[in-house]
T-cell receptor, first 114, second 115 residues
Framework: GNSVTQMEGPVTLSEEAFLTINCTYT??????LFWYVQYPGEGLQLLLK?????DKGSNKGFEATYRKETTSFHLEKGSVQVSDSAVYFC?????????????FGTGTLLAVQP | GAVVSQHPSWVICKSGTSVKIECRSL??????MFWYRQFPKQSLMLMAT?????????EQGVEKDKFLINHASLTLSTLTVTSAHPEDSSFYIC???????????FGEGSWLTVV
């Protein structure tokens, strides 16, 4: 079945450091891929998405490229801020059939220190 | 824009009692809604798919008699945790795709604490 694997946290960085959070997936067909962010005490928010191979999703300085050859969707940001501290979830939406389920990775806690 | 709202945001109940959580799509119709639970510092686990006018589809390992789901209208799904126990304490989140099927919206979540 479909699954998502993302790097374990916590990831601790200093402000303005470069961020990479790895995400790989297993799925049949052509799934859509998402990154969600959960700030402390809040619900999930969509950060970015990509629906086909080689698409790049971007938002708020974050980017992720849908790489079908490596089944990856790594999240990157060139210069993190303290306000980026949150839990980041990689997610997959299955392709075809009647499924619209979102399957989530385990989440990666990012802590940015001033 | 489309919004999914949950109620209550948090609830404390006694062990053995039942508690109901509502999930509403506020300005769009949702024939399908999803219920997730999230344990502290863990990921969201899909519990079930709520289908308007028909039975919910439960994920493997989720007790359907314990987590009753009712999707009575195109804008409302309810999750009832029956005979709650402390191990049911968790963060429950619902979601729904918008009418175009391109964007999924999440409710604010409901914290359940069973004492």
């Amino acid at each position: 079945g479909n699954s998502v694997t993302q790097m374990e946290g916590p990831v601790t960085l200093s402000e303005e450091a470069f961020l990479t959070i790895n995400c790989t997936y297993t799925a049949t067909g052509y799934p859509s891929l998402f990154w969600y962010v959960q700030y402390p005490g809040e619900g999930l928010q969509l950060l970015l998405k990509a629906t086909k191979a080689d698409d790049k999703g971007s938002n708020k300085g974050f980017e992720a490229t849908y790489r079908k050859e490596t089944t990856s969707f790594h999240l990157e940001k060139g210069s993190v801020q303290v306000s980026d501290s949150a839990v980041y979830f990689c997610a997959l939406r299955g392709y075809g059939g009647a499924t619209n389920k979102l399957i989530f990775g385990t989440g990666t806690l990012l802590a940015v220190q001033p | 824009g489309a919004v999914v709202s949950q109620h209550p945001s948090w609830v404390i109940c006694k062990s053995g009692t039942s508690v109901k959580i509502e999930c509403r799509s506020l300005d769009f119709q949702a024939t399908t809604m999803f219920w997730y639970r999230q344990f502290p510092k863990q990921s969201l686990m899909l519990m079930a798919t709520s289908n308007e006018g028909s039975k919910a589809t439960y994920e493997q390992g989720v007790e359907k008699d314990k987590f009753l789901i009712n999707h009575a209208s195109l804008t409302l799904s309810t999750l009832t945790v029956t005979s709650a126990h402390p191990e049911d304490s968790s963060f429950y989140i619902c979601s729904a795709w918008d009418s175009s099927g391109n964007t999924i919206y999440f409710g604010e979540g409901s914290w359940l604490t069973v004492v």
